[in-house]
Each structure stands twice: as C-alpha cells, then as structure tokens.
DNA sequence: GATGAATGAGCGTTCATTCAT
DNA sequence: CATGAATGAACGCTCATTCAT
C-alpha cells in the first residue's frame, strides 16, 4: 500500500465513521481499524484529530467544489447561474450523504465558525464562486439590497436544511421538488 | 440557599456551559463548579446528562413560547401572523443568546432529530403555531404548494442561520434588517 | 411511631435489601426509604453502615438461638441432641431465607472472619450450644478425636451449603431429605 | 516488558487483592497500580471486570484441574479414588491460598450461583471428575441414596470450610489431619 | 429527635496521544 | 516508516455520611 492510498484510507475511515456517530462518536482508534492501519499511523498524516477533520473538511470542499462548477457558465443571467448552483450543491449533499452529514457537524462546531470567519473576511483565497454570484446579483440591484452574510443565509438555510431532511427521510425529494426549493429560495433574494 | 435556587442554579449553569463548548464541551463536574454545587447534586434534579439536557430544552421552549403567543392575533391576515412570529421568534433569540446556542446545539444531535420527527409527525400535542399557520397557508393556497417540512426550512433555515451570525457577530441585526430578512423569507415561501 | 418501631423498621429494610442484593447492592438511602425513615436517621440508632451490619448479624443470631433451644434436651444423648440442633437449623433456615442469605453474605466478608475468631477463642459469651455438644461428644470419645473446628466444618459445612442450594432452587428439601442429610453429617463426626 | 508478562501481572495483582479484599475491595486502579501498569491497560485484556474476574475463574480452574487429575487412576476403588481427589484438593488450597480465597468469593457472588447452575445441570463440557465419582458411587449403590447436589455438598463443604480455616490460621493442618478429615466426608457419602 | 438535601471522594470505563520496537 | 500496546487524565455517575432546619 502505497503512501498515498494509506491517507486516503484514513480519510475515508474517518468521514464514513465521523459521519454516522459524530465527533465524538468516532475514536481514533476505531478510525485506524476500519482504515486498516495502525492507530500511530494516522498521527504521521496529521497533527492530532482536529488538524485532521480540518483537513477532511477542506478535502471535502475541493472535491465538491469542481462538480458546483462543472457547466456553469459565468455569462449566463444571474438567476440561471443561482439555479445551476444550488441544485448542482443539492444533487452533491443527495449523492453524497456522508459528505453532506460530516459538513454539517463541522459547520455545528468551533471548527465551522472559524471557517466561516474566514470565508466571510475573505482571508481565505478567493475560489468562492458564490460570493461573486451574489456580490454580481447585488451591484446590478438584482438581488436584495441586504448584507451578503444574510443573502448567504436566504440561500443556504433552506438549502442545508431540505437535504437534511431527505437524507433524515422526513421527506424524499425529486428532481421537481428540488427545482421548486431552488425557486423559492430565489424568490428570497431576488428583488 | 432553597432548593429551587440550587435547580436554577445548576440549569443557568448548564445553558451557559453547554451553549459556549457544546454537550460535550460541559463535563457534569464543570457545570456542578459553576454552579456552586458538589457534583452528586445534579443527580438529585436529573436522572442524568441526557435527561437534563431533555429537560433544559424543555424548559427553553416552555419560556419561549408565550412569547412568541404574545400579542398574537389568530384572526390577521396570514402575512401579519407570519411576521408577528418570525419577529419575534428573532427577538427572543438575540435577546436571549444562550437559549438559541443551546437550542442549535440540540437540534443538531440525536435529540433534536427526535423531536422534530415527533413534531413533523403530530405526536407532541398540538400547540404549534407555526404548524397551524402553514397548513392554514397552504389550504388557502396563499402559499407555495410544497410539502410542510420544506415549508418550514424555507423559513426556520434563514431565521436561525440570521440569528446565529448576529450572535456570532458576523453581522449586526436591527429591526430594520429583522424586517427585511423576514420579508424575504415570506417571498420564499408565499405563492 | 416510636422510637423502637424506627429501629425495628431499619433493621428488617436492612435485612430484606442485603439478603436480596448484597452489602453492596443495599445502600443506606435505599434502605431509609424501605424504611419510611428519613436517611440521616439511621444514623441515629447505628455509628455507621459497618456497625449496623454487625448489629443486625447479632440480633438474628439472638432471634435464631431460642428456637435451636426449644425442646432441647440437654440430657438426652449427644445424637439425639446433634439431630434436634441440626434439624431446627435447618428448618429455620429453610423458613427465613432472608436470614439465611444475610448470615452467609455476613460469613463471607470480613465481619464473618472476625466473628469466627470471637466464638472460636471463646471470647463471646458461652452461649454456644454447638460447642458444648462437641466438646461433650469429644470427652466421652463419641466424635471423632478433631479438632473442635474441624467438628463444626463437618457438620456446619454441608448444612448451610445444603439451605443454601435449596434456597437456590437447585434441590427441593422435604423432612425425609433434610434427615438423611443431618444423619450424614453425623456418620462424619462421629467415631 | 513482554505483552505476556503484563498481562501475567495484572492477573496476579487482581488474584491478590481480590483474594484479600474481595471483588468490591479491589478496584480496578487499585490492581492497576499493584501490577504496576496504566488503568486503561487492564481494559486492552479484559472488556471489563466482570469478565476479568470471570476469566480469572476459568484460568485457576485450568490451573487446578490437571493437578487433581495427575495419578488419577479410573480404574481404582472408589474410596481410593475419593481420597485421591480430596487430598489432591485441599493440598491445592493449602499452596495457594490465593486461588482458594478468590474461588471462595467467586462462589459467594452472582457468578458463582451461575457456575453451579451451569455445573448441575451438565451445561459445561463433561470434565467434572468429581461428578463423574459421584455418579459411579450412586449407581454402584457405594454412596448414600441421596441427590447428587446434596452429597457434593457434604464433601465439598467441610473441604472448603476446613481449607478456609486453615488459611485464616484457626487451625494448622498437616497430613494427618488432612487425610482424617477426607475420612470424614468419605463417611458422610458412604452407605 | 428526625429529616433529606447536599456533598465529594471514589468507582468503572474511554480514548487521544505517545513511543519502543 | 509503520505499528499498536501502553498510558492516565477525564468522563458520567454512586453513595456513605453530614448537618442546617
């Protein structure tokens, strides 16, 4: 087994077991077995456990982050552009449901608020295409004139909560269903 | 010191505790310290951690609630009885930071899934107003037809996303943005 | 209720809760309510929980002694009087399980030792039928020439391993079965 | 320091302290720091305590078993063979009182009456030398007609209860003595 | 005297992290 | 490099005992 396939073993241990049981529900230990590495093995990968959800979680991100842009198309109208994303993100969190559960218990963390700190100041490089979708909607007063954190929150907060709830199974979405929430968030932020 | 005083003592404690570091962030012994009390105490007032923990939101949603009922009019039009509760449902949650971090922190847990599948599912008796006010919404058609639960993400998910990035100083809400985000929130949801 | 009925009530609680569940299975709080006595009452009547269960081995023992004595016949011969002893023995253990189940939690911890010390160096009050009958039976050469304390293992040994295992329900004890048995231990200590 | 030996080390400190103090005596950081050894070690041996104490049975059984049965001869008398075994056993208790003294607490616990239960009914593989004796003298008709249980009790009660009073010092045995009180129980069974 | 709420040391157990092999 | 046995601080919880009322 090659170096690289041991990281990415553990990753996978981690994100399978962090995403079923929680933080807390996923020592580190278990993580080694179920990678089949031993328990030592994963502090050669990353510094101790929060350098290595840290590090999960920007994995996560750049493996979705190439699927929000496959097809997008910066020139279309801005609301074409706003439903492309988001039912291309809900497709993801439907498709990958232990993706989407770990997001969720990081970003209902310390972790996630100081991610989001940082997304927010824009300290982080600047590969949100997001921020630059709702910084375009707000300059040609497409959008609500609101601040951009409470436009995020329009978007996202339906968002994140309907993929929730499928993958808890209070609901079972489809394509029409996931076209019509799209939708309505749009009706949120638009002017 | 009486011993509802002791109570009080240990659930002001808790809510603090477990509001800044989470459930898992608040050992029993460090919520019996600040609340002045020897660590067996907490078990004379609560079977256990989860129980109180069950208990302490009861008790949130207990004090929440007439609140939100306050000067809340079921005759109004259905838009007013949506900003009156949404209105103030954000108001509760500034002005009371703790409650709505404990809140978050319980809805994102096993807990919280339970409670909303007793919710969506009728099972808890039928004092929610937000329920009634959608399902008046949706067979008066004046709102969009989507499934209830999707309804209710439309516009807790921004609602509680808002409030938790002004408590986390991400933003700083005032009763013009209140209005504003809540509007916004009646345009994702209404026909 | 008086003083006494309190006393009387702790001690048949403290007896039940031992017999059911062990020295360690019984806690002072649980037996207080068995007791329908507040717990910092106990300690009224008894220093502390060491105290108590000495206290309680030494009134069984009162209560179990006139029943061994009645009808006893100090001039009869020693196998008369061997199968009087026995046979009531087993009778009131068989009748009080409760007592039973308390002697033998008692002779298996600490307490037994050092009260088996006590009686075999004579220490406590003579009032020890079984140590006459072997002492007589010893003189007149009708016991085997053991030690005193080998005679009392061969004839204590099977009668409380036999209670016990009826107690146990792993034998059914009838008067045919408990008088084939004290003959056996008598074919072992006499000559 | 082998893996072995750690183990090895932690037996043998829960051997003596439970030996001496008994199961609730010896906790579990108390065998920890006698086997010299961090607390959470014992638990990468053993579940938990109770299995440990139950594994610790099983091994001073296997431990005991052949010396009993080294020069056993099936074929001989039973009275031989009955004295053989006998012998074999109290000489066992008398070199190790630390197993006795840990069999003695183990027989007086919750484990123990399930052990019985299991041996009685023949649940456990058929390596019971001693049921097998019994069995023979019954058939045989060299034994008193009564229920297997009952004479197990009257030879193994004086046998663990003179063993014990040995070990607790209130008498000395040697050889003689030994022999003479096996006679003893062999005259208890025997028609 | 009687109470029972309060205590806190002590229990069995877990797990992130280390380090000898 | 990789390992996994070893660690021990920290956890949730219990209960004999105390003491203000």
Redesign the interface.
Known sequence: MAKLDKRDEIVRAALELIAEHG??GAPMAMIAERASVGAGTIYRYFENKDVMITELFREIEERNYPILKAGYAPDQPLRERFFHLCTALMHYFIENPLDFRFI??FF??PYG?AH??DK?LGTKEGCDVFKELFEDGLSRQVM?D??L??L???A???????AR?HI?S??VLDDV?IA??VE??W????R
Not at 156 to 162: K, R
């Open positions: 933080f807390h969720e218990q209902n963390s608020v989001r700190r927010l609500k609101l601040p954190v409470i995020f929150d329009l996202f907060g339906p968002i994140l909560a309907v709830d808890l209070f609901i269903l019509r929430t309505a968030c009706d949120a932020i638009k």
